[in-house]
């Protein structure tokens, strides 16, 4: 299974700063001590004219060059500096090489080891996104599925974001709103961050405090919500940990072995139908960063045994 990352462009946070950058480069190792099978690769950087398949001219120029106001700096929630856009481009890039893996070159499964940057809408970022990956990513599958050999420009390429991030995904929500070729499912925390959401095509809000069994029906639900009433030919599936009981931001109790069984439901319903997955992981900020890891790499184990089904040697028919 392919990995891709983009550890060596951090931020330069001040210290203090609630954003828990340390554990990019944490999950990268976990990933490579645990997982021999996972082959890691540092992400590409996406350019500007991938960037601008979902954000305005005008915000990508911003970011690049610091013409960004105080008030949008503080909705981003991280200090300007060089190193802002070149992260971020780099985690639309490793997004956007997960999709192609996991799509265009047969592998079933793909995962960026950040990304799911899903509050950041066309003009602005937000929460701790700066750039979209979720959209850039969808957008530029789309024009190179209508670029494959044979392909009919009357069919664009159907996804499906689904996004167990305790937050939900108001910036993807807003992008594609409207949009009949892309399917938003996401669970989140009714209570919690954006206050002000944005309708998906299938919103489940959650109550604090909510646990495993009723986390899951609701899980069953909004799958089931989504086969009824889309086909989707790829998945892009946001895999935060922050529903977990130990993160500080969640307010939901998810058990590791809850958020275990999430992962493996997303991963055989999308089995079932053959349906590509590209993988992000979104949020999480445990009280112990060592738990949002060790959650994370479960995540990562999960979707290995998913990519394992997708090979000729373990699937011979």
Not at 148 to 162: C, D, E, F, K, N
Not at 308 to 314: D, E, M, S, V, Y
Request: net charge negative; glycine share 10%; hydrophobic share 40%.
């Amino acid at each position: 299974m392919q990995a891709f990352y983009a550890t060596e462009f951090v931020l330069p946070l001040p210290a203090g700063h609630r954003f828990p950058m340390a554990k990019y480069a944490m999950l990268r190792d976990a990933v490579k001590a645990h997982l021999p099978g996972v082959q890691l690769y540092q992400a590409h950087a996406a350019s500007d004219g991938e960037l601008a398949l979902a954000h305005t001219p005008r915000y990508i120029r911003a970011v690049m060059d610091g013409q960004l106001s105080a008030a949008e700096i503080r909705e981003i929630g991280f200090p300007w500096s060089p190193g802002m856009g070149e992260r971020a481009r780099r985690s639309v890039g490793a997004t956007i090489q997960a999709c192609r893996t996991a799509l265009f070159e047969g592998e079933g499964v793909a995962a960026n080891l950040a990304g799911g940057t899903h509050h950041a809408y066309a003009d602005k970022g937000s929460g701790f996104c700066v750039f979209n990956d979720v959209a850039v990513a969808t957008r530029l599958m789309q024009v190179e599925w209508q670029r494959r050999p044979g392909a009919s420009s009357q069919a664009p390429l159907q996804v499906a974001v689904i996004d167990l991030d305790v937050h939900q995904g108001n910036g993807t929500a807003s992008i594609f709103q409207g949009d009949t070729s892309v399917f938003t499912l996401s669970l989140h925390g009714a209570k919690n961050f954006p206050f002000r959401k944005e309708p998906s095509s299938c919103d489940i809000d959650l109550p604090d405090g909510c646990t495993d069994e009723p986390y899951l029906d609701a899980l069953e639900q909004g799958l089931a919500t989504l086969d009824a009433r889309f086909e989707p030919q790829l998945v892009i599936y946001l895999a935060g940990a922050d529903p977990h009981e130990g993160d500080r931001l969640g307010r939901l109790k998810l058990s590791a072995d809850g958020m275990a069984q999430r992962d493996q439901r997303v991963f055989e319903w999308a089995w079932q139908r053959r349906i590509p997955v590209a993988m992000a992981m979104a949020g999480g900020y445990g009280h112990d960063i060592g738990t949002t890891v060790a959650v994370q790499l479960r995540t990562f184990e999960v979707a290995q045994a998913a990519w394992q089904r997708w090979q000729p040697a373990h699937n011979p028919s």
